[in-house]
C-alpha cells in the first residue's frame, strides 16, 4: 500500500499543530511549529483563514489519518467496520485505530513515533504472543503480548525511546526488563489524550 513519503513537518505546519510524527524532535524547541506555524507553501503566511463547517470537519479527518499515519481508503474501512459495530461510532473508531499493533508499539514507549513502530513492525522486530507479526495494521486482543524478538533487544532505537517515558495508557502494561507488553483491557476514548473531535469525522461521512 502506497505511504507519504514527503517531509512530515508540512504536515503539522498544514493542520496548524504538533501531530508528534518525528519523536523526540516534536518536544524541543527546532520543532517546525515552533518556528513557523503556518500553512506551508509560497502565500502560506496569508492563508491561515478562518475554516467552518464542512471545512472544519474535513480538516479533522486528515489530521486523525496523518496522526495514525494510514490514508484515506484504509481510513475509510475503519470508519464503516465502527458504524457496524454496537455503541459510538466516533469511540468504535478511535479504538480501532488504538488497537492497531504499530500504534501500540508506539504507545508501549518502544518507538519514538509512529513511523518508527511502523518501521520495526514491518522488519519483523515485533512478536505478539510469541509469532512474527510483520503487519502494522494488525489489531491487538486483550490478553495479547507484544514483544520485542530475542536478536532486537539491544536496538539502539527501540532503547532510545524506553528511556523517554512519555506515560503509559491504562489499558496497556509494559515490562521493561523483558521488553514486552500486554494489553489489559480495549482502549477507551478517555484512554485517547490527543486532541480528537471524533464526532466530526462521523458526520463528515454522515453526508
Not at 15 to 28: H, N, P, S, T
Request: hydrophobic share 35%; aromatic share 6%.
Amino acid at each position: 500500500m502506497a505511504r507519504y513519503s514527503g517531509p512530515v513537518c508540512r504536515l503539522c505546519r498544514r493542520e496548524g499543530m504538533k501531530l508528534f510524527l518525528k519523536g523526540e524532535r516534536c518536544f524541543k524547541p527546532s520543532c517546525a511549529i515552533e518556528k513557523r506555524n503556518y500553512i506551508p507553501g509560497e502565500h502560506g503566511r496569508d492563508r491561515r483563514a478562518k475554516i467552518v463547517g464542512y471545512g472544519l470537519q474535513l480538516r479533522e479527518k486528515q489530521k486523525v489519518k496523518r496522526m495514525y499515519g494510514i490514508l484515506e481508503r484504509q481510513f475509510h474501512i475503519y470508519f464503516e467496520k465502527a458504524v457496524r459495530q454496537k455503541g459510538v461510532t466516533g469511540e468504535n473508531l478511535l479504538s480501532q485505530l488504538e488497537r492497531r499493533l504499530d500504534n501500540t508499539v508506539l504507545r508501549l514507549g518502544l518507538a519514538a513515533s509512529h513511523a518508527q513502530a511502523r518501521q520495526l513492525v514491518r522488519h519483523g522486530h515485533i512478536r505478539v504472543n510469541s509469532k512474527k507479526v510483520n503487519v502494522p495494521s494488525f489489531l491487538v486482543r486483550v490478553g495479547d503480548e507484544i514483544s520485542i524478538r530475542e536478536k532486537s533487544q539491544k536496538n539502539v532505537q527501540i532503547l532510545s525511546a524506553l528511556e523517554v517515558n512519555r506515560g503509559l495508557p491504562a489499558w496497556l502494561e509494559l515490562n521493561v526488563q523483558a521488553l514486552s507488553g500486554k494489553v489489559l483491557a480495549l482502549p477507551k476514548r478517555e484512554d485517547v489524550s490527543l486532541p480528537i473531535e471524533e464526532h466530526m469525522i462521523v458526520e463528515l461521512y454522515s453526508k
